[in-house]
């Protein structure tokens, strides 16, 4: 099982950025999927969560400007961030709980978001 990561890139304040993160191999369900950040220095942070019914949870600081979203056809996960600023910067992972023969977490690889003043 692979979570491919995509999206990231350098924008400026007040822009927008999207992030796809699609699963890939052999896996009978995905439940919750989510995505991460970590910025330079600091602990990696759940930004974004969704349920396979569809129950989000945001951190506080992006509530707002971010909607997370699942196409589970696709067995993908995207995050749409709207109205960036310097501090959302960071590496941004994808993380789903799979199950195969049980349920096991994987993480994507990372994706740069560069927020710039």
Same mark, same amino acid.
């Given at each position: 099982? &692979?979570? &491919?990561?995509? $999206?990231?890139?350098?924008? &400026?304040?007040? $822009?927008?950025?999207? %992030?796809?993160?699609?699963? #890939?191999?052999?896996?009978? /369900?995905?439940?919750?999927?989510?995505? /991460? !950040?970590?910025?330079?220095?600091?602990?990696?942070? %759940?930004?974004?969560?969704?349920? !396979?019914?569809?129950?989000?949870n945001y951190?506080?600081?992006?509530?707002?400007?971010?909607?997370?979203?699942?196409d589970n $056809?696709?067995?993908?996960?995207? %995050?749409?961030?709207? #109205?960036?600023?310097?501090?959302?910067?960071?590496? /941004?992972?994808?993380?789903a709980e799979?199950?195969?023969?049980?349920? #096991? =977490? /994987?993480?994507? &690889?990372? =994706?740069?978001? =560069?927020?710039?003043?």
């Amino acid at each position: 099982v &692979q979570l &491919q990561a995509s $999206g990231g890139g350098l924008v &400026q304040a007040g $822009g927008s950025l999207r %992030l796809s993160c699609a699963a #890939s191999g052999t896996f009978s /369900y995905i439940s919750g999927m989510g995505w /991460y !950040r970590q910025a330079p220095g600091s602990q990696r942070e %759940l930004v974004a969560d969704i349920s !396979r019914g569809g129950s989000i949870n945001y951190m506080d600081s992006v509530r707002g400007r971010f909607t997370i979203s699942r196409d589970n $056809g696709k067995n993908t996960v995207y %995050l749409q961030m709207n #109205s960036l600023k310097p501090e959302d910067t960071g590496v /941004y992972f994808c993380n789903a709980e799979i199950r195969r023969n049980y349920m #096991s =977490t /994987y993480w994507g &690889q990372g =994706t740069q978001v =560069t927020v710039s003043s």
